[in-house]
């Protein structure tokens, strides 16, 4: 299959697997200015791309979400809004539905569920495949899906199309998430 056919296959297994977003980021990207040990290739050696899957949440929710510091200065969260857990259920279902496509078409596969390990930078990918911006709190925001609180990726030897990043400003002079901060 070529690039562009697989490419477009991909995403719409994932976005027909329950992710809002799909895009797509040269490995080669993330290589450049990662620190050690946060690279795709220390995910997969040989990597091209890196696929980035993600689900927006409703603006102006409550949050009910607490965060910790774990090992190895790891952000974790402690509680998760059930919202958030049917996002992340729904990126992880599709992320797998798109690395079964990958290996039946014979290529190299690593899934980072959900960015918690930090391995990756996953608002860094996103924002390279044009899923968003970042907004004045270092937010990821998507025009119509707002925050991008829930990113997963898949690292892959497969070269694929690959977007570039949006050019908008979201916030303009709004400075509601600065001001609503907890952390």
């Known amino acids: 299959m070529d690039p562009e056919s697989l490419t477009n296959n991909l995403k719409v297994i994932g976005l027909n697997s329950g992710a809002d977003l799909v895009g797509f980021v040269p490995a080669q990207k993330l290589e450049k200015g990662s620190p050690k040990g946060h690279r795709p290739s220390n995910h997969l050696p040989g990597a091209k791309s890196v696929i980035v899957l993600a689900c927006g949440r409703w603006l102006n929710e409550d949050r009910e979400c607490y965060y910790q ?6 952000l974790s969260f402690i509680k998760l809004k059930d919202e958030l857990i049917i996002s992340r259920k729904r990126v992880v279902g599709a992320l ?12 190299k596969t690593a899934i980072e569920y959900c960015g918690w390990t930090g391995v990756l930078s996953f608002k860094m990918a996103a924002y390279l495949a044009g899923l ?3 907004g004045k709190g270092n937010f990821l925001i998507h025009p119509k899906h707002g925050p991008l609180n829930v990113l997963g990726c898949i690292v892959t030897d497969a070269p694929l199309k690959y977007g570039t990043p949006l050019n908008l400003d979201l916030c303009g002079e709004c400075v509601e998430c600065i001001k609503a901060c907890k952390y």
Do not use: A, C, R, S
């Open 69 to 74: 510091w774990g090992p190895n200065f790891v």
């Open 132 to 134: 968003g911006v970042f």
């Open 96 to 107: 797998e539905k798109v690395e079964n496509l990958l290996k039946k078409e014979g290529f």
